[in-house]
C-alpha cells in the first residue's frame, strides 16, 4: 500500500499548518525530513531538512499502527503556516521514494477501510466539517462518536438470533420440534422494529438540522414580506417598493437561530394576476410554501391566501400603520416572532434521531418493510418459517448496507469527493 501525505490544515498564511502522513513508510519518511522521531504518541522539536538544507523547525507528533486515525503508522508535523516552508516540505515529501499526495478524502476512507470508522461514522465526519450552527455540530458530532453503529450493531445481533431460530425450525420440519420459537421471535421482531420505525420517523427532522429548515413567507402582495425579510436578515436582501408585485421570484435568506440551520423565504405575493410572469412567480411561490417546514402568514387585512398547516404562524403586518401585529420597517414584535419561530423549529428537532442522511432513511425504511413482512409470516405459522427467515435476512442487509458493510463503492466516491485533500 501506497505512502500518502498532505497538508492536514486549511490552506493559506496562519499561525501552524499541519502535514499529516500515513502509510507503512511514514516512519521512514519523517526520520528523512526529522532525523529521529519522538516516541509513539509524543511530541519532539525537530529541525526539518531538505537534505541538508533546513527548512523549519517543527513539532513532530508520531502515531503507531493502529493507534492513529487512519490505523496505520502516521506522521504529523506541525510548522509555521507560511505559503513557502508549507510548499518546501511537501516538495521534500514528493521526493522520498514510495510516497504520493493524498487523494480527496483517502486518510477518512483508510480509516473505514482499517475498521477505523463505520460508514455512517465517515458521513457524520463529513457533516462536522461542513457545520455552520450548533445544532449541526451537536449532530454530526453524535453520529461521528458511532452512536447509529451501536444501534445498528444491537438490531443486527437481535435479527441474527431470530433468523437462528426460524432456520432452526426450518431444519426439523419433518420432525416435532420441541419448543415454539414464535414468542421469542416475536419479541425480537416487535423490539427492533419499534426502534427501526422511531429511527426511520426522525430520519427527516435529522435530515432537516443538517441541510436546514425552510421558513415561507407568505401573504398577499405589499402585505411588507421583502421588509420583514430584510429585517429578520438585518440587510437589504430583498428590493421593497409600493408597487404591488415586486417580488416575483423566491427570495432566500440563510440564518441561525438558536443554533438551528434556517433558510427564510421571501415567497411573492399570492393574488389572481392577468401578468404571465407574475402568474408564475405566484406558482412558484404556492408550491415552495407548501414545501417548506414553517409558514409565516404575514396579513394585512384580508382573508388567508392557502390553508395553514399545523405549527404555522398567523401575523397581522405593518404595525407601524395598523397600530397591531409585527413590522419589518420598524421592528415591532419581530423578537416575538423569532421566539415562535424557533419554539416551533426546536421542538420538532427534539425528536431526531441518529439517522443523517436519506440514504439512511432509504435503508431503515426497507428494513422496517422487511420486518413487518416477517412478522406476518411467523404469525402465519410455522409453514411460513422459510419466508418469514427471508424477510429477516433482508433486513439484515438492508442495515449491512447502512453500515457500509456491502453496496458501498458508490456511496463512498460520492461522500469522499466533498471532503479536502488533508482528510
Do not use: Y
Not at 97 to 105: D, K, V
Not at 205 to 216: L, N, Q, T, Y
Not at 231 to 247: F, H, K, N, P, Q
Not at 325 to 348: N, Y
Amino acid at each position: 500500500m501506497d505512502t500518502i501525505f498532505a497538508l492536514a490544515s486549511a490552506r493559506g498564511k496562519a499561525g501552524v499548518a499541519v502535514i499529516r502522513v500515513s502509510g507503512p513508510d511514514a516512519f521512514s519518511a519523517g526520520e528523512a525530513l526529522a532525523g529521529a522521531l519522538p516516541p509513539a504518541r509524543t511530541t519532539g522539536l525537530r529541525t526539518l531538512r531538505n537534505g541538508n538544507d533546513p527548512i523549519d523547525e517543527a513539532l513532530v507528533l508520531t502515531f503507531s499502527e493502529g493507534a492513529s486515525f487512519t490505523g496505520e503508522p502516521v506522521v504529523e508535523f506541525h510548522l509555521h503556516g507560511s505559503t513557502a516552508v508549507v510548499s518546501s516540505v511537501l516538495s521534500t515529501l514528493s521526493s522520498v521514494p514510495g510516497l504520493r499526495m493524498a487523494e480527496p478524502g483517502e486518510f477518512t476512507r483508510r480509516a473505514m477501510e482499517n475498521e477505523r470508522l463505520d460508514l455512517a461514522q465517515v458521513e457524520g465526519l463529513a457533516d462536522l466539517i461542513d457545520s455552520e450552527t450548533e445544532a449541526q455540530r451537536k449532530q454530526a458530532l453524535r453520529v461521528l462518536s458511532g452512536a447509529l453503529g451501536e444501534k445498528t450493531s444491537h438490531w443486527r445481533k437481535d435479527l441474527v438470533r431470530a433468523t437462528a431460530l426460524l432456520e432452526a425450525t426450518i431444519d426439523f420440519a419433518d420432525e416435532e420440534v420441541p419448543v415454539d420459537v414464535s414468542p421469542e421471535v416475536l419479541d425480537l421482531i416487535d423490539r427492533t422494529l419499534d426502534d427501526v420505525r422511531t429511527e426511520t420517523a426522525g430520519a427527516r427532522i435529522s435530515e432537516r438540522i443538517r441541510d436546514g429548515f425552510e421558513v415561507a413567507i407568505v401573504g398577499a402582495p405589499n402585505a411588507g414580506k421583502s421588509t420583514l425579510l430584510n429585517a429578520l436578515a438585518g440587510r437589504d436582501a430583498a428590493i421593497t417598493s409600493e408597487v404591488a408585485g415586486t417580488t416575483r421570484d423566491v427570495l432566500e435568506v440563510r440564518m441561525d437561530l438558536a443554533g438551528l440551520p434556517v433558510t427564510i423565504l421571501d415567497t411573492a405575493g399570492l393574488r389572481e394576476s392577468e401578468d404571465v410572469i407574475e402568474r408564475l412567480g405566484i406558482e412558484r411561490a404556492k408550491a415552495r410554501a407548501a414545501e417548506a417546514d414553517l409558514r409565516i402568514f404575514l396579513l394585512s387585512g384580508e382573508v388567508l391566501p392557502m390553508d395553514p398547516m399545523d405549527g404555522d404562524i398567523v401575523v397581522q403586518g405593518k404595525s407601524d400603520l395598523t397600530g397591531t401585529g409585527i413590522s419589518g420597517k420598524t421592528g415591532e414584535g419581530l423578537d416575538f416572532l423569532v421566539e415562535q419561530i424557533t419554539s416551533v423549529l426546536s421542538e420538532r428537532a427534539s425528536h431526531a434521531g441518529t439517522a443523517i442522511r436519506e440514504r439512511h432513511r432509504v435503508a431503515l425504511s426497507i428494513a422496517q418493510a422487511a420486518l413487518e413482512n416477517a412478522r406476518i409470516e411467523v404469525e402465519s405459522g410455522s409453514e411460513r418459517s422459510e419466508l418469514a427467515a427471508e424477510e429477516l435476512w433482508s433486513a439484515i442487509r438492508a442495515l449491512d448496507a447502512l453500515m457500509g458493510r456491502v453496496d458501498v463503492e458508490v456511496v463512498l466516491d460520492e461522500i469522499f469527493a466533498s471532503f479536502c485533500l488533508g482528510k
